[in-house]
C-alpha cells in the first residue's frame, strides 16, 4: 500500500491508473476504522481496480463546541488495517496541505442540507461537501463509497456530484451493526459501559417504528411517537429528533407512501449518535 | 472540430485525449466571439495539444435585472470562427444539461469576490464559480485561459481552482482593445453611435490613472480623484466605480506599493462596461 499525503502526487497516480484502464474506487474517512469502514473498503477492492481510501479528519465539518480536538485517532492501526485489505493507496494530507492559507471557498448545497442534522449542525454539510469536492479532485475516483449510516450525507453528496458534474458514481452500503443493533461509529468508542449499554435505545427505537409500518401504520406522527416513547424506557438517552421523511429527497411527510427514512439523532451522556432505517418502496 | 452538447461525451473525448498524453487546454466563453475571446483561443492552440472551447451562456451568474434574455448570441458565426481557429472541440451545452432539474449547488469563494464588481452584482461571481467548477468537471483540462478584462474574475477563479484542489493551471491574457482603446467585449454590441464614440472613457481613465503613477504619484485617493475627472468630459458615461486595489487580494490601499490594479465599472447609456490595468510590482 502506497501512502502519499500531497494532492498532486495522488492525482498523478490515479490519472496514471484509470488511463491504464483501471476504475478508480474511493473510500474517505475520518479514521479510526470499525466494520462499517471496512465494509466500505471491501466493497470497493471487490468493485474496482484500483481502491484508494483517505484518512483526514476535516475540522470544517466539525461545528463550534463539538469534538473535533478529541475526534478519536489512530494512524499505526488504521494503516495495517488497510494495508491488511490490500488497498492500494492511502491518501492522509495534513490539514494545512487541503487547506491552504488564504483558504476561501465552499461548495454548498441548499435544500437536502436543510432538515434532519442540518437542523441541529449549522454548517456541518457545506465542510463536507467542501472536503468531499477537494477529495475528488484530488483522488479522481470512477466510483466513491458512503455508509448508510450518515444517509443524508450521502444523498447531498449525490446531489452534489450531479449538480457540478463530477464524472464520479456515489454508492451507499449498509450499516453495519454491534450485536445488539447499535450502528457502528467511531464515537462509539466515547462511551462508558453503562451509556454503551444504554446507546441501543437509537435501534430499538427504529426498530419499533418499522414494525408499527410492517403492521400497517402509515401516519408518520403516529411512529414517531412511538418511537419517542422507546427513548423513555433508557434515561442515558436524550433523543435529538426523530423524523419520518422522503428517502430520495428528505422531504417531511405526513402519510407514508413509497420509499421512506426513519432517522433518529440522540444524545447518549455527552455522545451524539445517529441511526436509521430505510422503509418501503 | 468536435461539437458536443453532453458532459459525459466531452468528459470521456477529454480523458481520452489525456491518456494520449495530450495536454487539455480549454477557453471557457458566453459566445459571440471577438478578438479577445480568440486572442485565448490562439494561446490555447500553440501552448497545448487538445483545444477545448465552451460556449455557454450562464444564466446563474447575470444579476436580477441583467441582460441574459438579450445577451447577444451567433452560434452559426461562432461556429465557423472556432473552425477556422482549427479549435478541437466545441462543448456547447444547453441550460437543462448544466442545471439539471432539482439543481441546488453552489460554489463560492468568500473574500476576493466581495470588492470592486462583486458589490453592484451580488451572486454574480458565485454564477461563475459554479458554472466553471462544473465546465472544469466536463472538459477536465490541464490549463484554462481567461481575460485580463475581468480581472476578478481571475483571481476569484484562481483562487478557486487552488481551493478546490481542481488540477487546471488558470492562465491569464492580456486586454484586447479597439484602435481607441475601448476594450473588446460582446457588451460593445449593445452600444449607439454616440455611445461607442463616448466609450472611451474608460480607457482614458485609465491611461489618466496609468500617467499619474508614473509620474510619481502613489497616493490612490488622489489617483482615483483624477480618473474621476475624466469622466466628467463624457456626459453619455458614469463611472459605478473607480478603485485602486492590490494586484494579488484585491484588497483596499491606500499608499500604493508593490503591484496593484486600477479598475473602472462605468455605465455608457444602459450599457454596464468594466476595464482595468496593471500597473507596478
Not at 491504464?20 to 466493497?43: A, D, Q
Not at 434532519?116 to 484530488?138: Q, Y
Request: with cysteine; charged share 30%.
Amino acid at each position: 500500500m502506497e501512502i502519499f499525503r500531497e494532492v498532486n502526487k495522488v492525482q498523478k497516480k490515479s490519472l496514471e491508473e484509470k488511463c491504464k484502464g483501471n476504475v478508480i474506487g474511493f473510500v474517505p474517512t475520518m479514521g479510526y476504522l470499525h466494520e462499517g469502514h471496512l465494509s466500505l473498503v471491501r466493497k470497493c477492492r471487490e468493485n474496482t481496480d484500483f481502491c484508494v481510501v483517505s484518512i483526514f479528519v476535516n475540522p470544517t465539518q466539525f461545528v463550534a463546541g463539538e469534538d473535533y480536538s478529541v475526534y478519536p485517532r489512530d494512524e499505526e492501526r488504521d494503516k495495517a488495517i488497510l494495508e491488511r485489505e490490500r488497498v492500494d493507496l492511502l491518501f492522509m494530507p495534513e490539514v494545512k496541505e487541503m487547506y491552504k492559507e488564504g483558504y476561501q471557498t465552499n461548495v454548498e448545497v441548499l435544500k437536502f442540507t436543510k432538515p434532519l442534522c442540518g437542523k441541529f449542525r449549522p454548517g456541518h454539510f457545506k465542510g463536507v461537501t467542501t472536503v468531499v469536492s477537494k477529495l475528488f479532485n484530488a483522488v479522481l475516483p470512477n466510483i466513491a463509497y458512503f455508509g448508510q449510516k450518515d444517509y443524508q450525507q450521502y444523498i447531498v453528496i449525490k446531489r452534489m456530484a450531479r449538480d457540478l458534474n463530477f464524472p464520479v458514481k456515489i454508492q451507499m452500503m449498509p450499516i453495519v451493526r454491534e450485536k445488539d443493533g447499535l450502528a457502528m461509529s467511531s464515537r462509539n468508542s466515547y462511551l462508558n459501559e453503562a451509556e454503551r449499554e444504554q446507546a441501543v435505545a437509537l435501534y430499538s427505537s427504529l426498530k419499533r417504528g418499522e414494525e408499527l409500518y410492517n403492521s400497517g401504520e402509515r401516519n408518520s406522527s403516529k411512529i414517531k411517537k412511538e418511537m419517542g416513547k422507546v427513548f423513555s424506557q433508557f434515561p442515558l438517552v436524550k433523543p435529538q429528533y426523530i423524523e419520518v421523511v422522503g428517502a430520495e429527497e428528505l422531504d417531511s411527510i405526513e402519510k407514508i407512501q413509497g420509499k421512506v427514512l426513519i432517522a433518529v439523532a440522540a444524545f447518549v451522556g455527552k455522545v451524539r449518535l445517529i441511526d436509521n432505517m430505510l422503509l418501503g418502496g
